[in-house]
């Protein structure tokens, strides 16, 4: 499945470029350099800015989260994402979900308003099945049932499910997206009709199966995509955007970003009560 590293979902790669604020473990002049090579020359990478003082590095780029994170680490250095903006000067607004659920489930997505018609959605998911799981935004951010009381697809505008982007389609109807061989789906792309402003205090959930996009011979297909039930689910919050997060350790639980780095990012793993975004 060669398509699960190139960090996007069905629908193809995300054309926008966003601005990504990495803290990365940086000491001297040498480290700074590394961390330059690693970018250099690397398609979809714009702008490189590395500070040292402040252990940070901001880029300008069109790929995924994780795909960066990956390069940054290439110099055996940590890097955490600590923010995400949009590449021009507006700023409209970032949202954030934890995933959790049944047995290993778990990730983290973030949605980006880059402009009034783009939201770029970026997200890692691990302990899937190999292969395609439908990823929909629900109706209502309510997990007291697990992904089972979120409510239908988001549908604002009454319409069948469908294929993400076609005009007869759920706002919440986001496709599929591709686990490797591990178990890991990364991806990165745009979504032309969610807002950021109108999803949160909504849900983001992960299902066990393929959506059919609509154009499966089951009763279910024009209602869900057939992609069975939900296996990880979060609440769709607000969260900071590039800048915003000046903390390098996460007042919630004490721990730094580098600890954190080490942890599980959700799930039942992390300490019981952390209830804190503030550090994504
Ligand atoms: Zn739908």
Request: aromatic letters at 4%; a negative charge.
């Amino acid at each position: 499945m060669e398509d699960c590293r190139r960090g996007m979902n069905t629908q193809g790669s995300s054309g926008d470029t966003c601005k990504l604020e990495f803290a990365v473990q940086m000491t001297c002049e040498k480290c700074v350099q590394a961390v330059k090579s690693s970018l250099q020359g690397v398609a979809g990478v714009q702008n490189v800015d590395v500070s040292l003082e402040s252990e940070a590095v901001v880029i300008e780029t069109s790929l995924s989260a994780s795909e960066v994170q990956k390069l940054l680490e290439s110099t055996g250095r940590r890097a955490v994402l600590k923010g995400m903006g949009s590449a021009g000067s507006q700023n409209l607004g970032a949202a954030v979900a934890m995933m959790a659920g049944e047995g290993l489930v778990q990730g983290v997505v973030r949605f980006l308003q880059v402009s009034e018609s783009t939201c770029i959605i970026d997200g890692t998911v691990d302990g899937l099945s190999p292969g395609l799981h439908g990823i929909h935004i629900h109706e209502y951010g309510d997990l007291s049932m697990g992904c089972e009381s979120c409510g239908g697809h988001y549908n604002p505008e009454g319409n069948t499910h469908g294929r993400p982007g076609e005009v007869d389609s759920h706002v919440g109807d986001l496709g599929n997206i591709l686990a490797c061989d591990d178990g890991r789906a990364t991806f990165r792309f745009d979504a032309k009709r969610v807002k950021v402003w109108n999803i949160i205090g909504r849900s983001l959930v992960v299902d066990e199966g393929e959506d059919d996009l609509g154009h499966g011979t089951h009763p279910l297909s024009k209602v869900t995509g057939n992609s069975g039930k939900g296996l990880a689910c979060g609440i769709i919050a607000r969260s900071a955007g590039l800048f915003e997060n000046a903390k390098q350790i996460c007042s919630c639980d004490g721990i730094t970003i580098w600890e954190e780095r080490d942890c599980p990012i959700a799930g039942p793993e992390r300490k019981k009560g952390h209830t804190s975004y503030s550090h994504l």
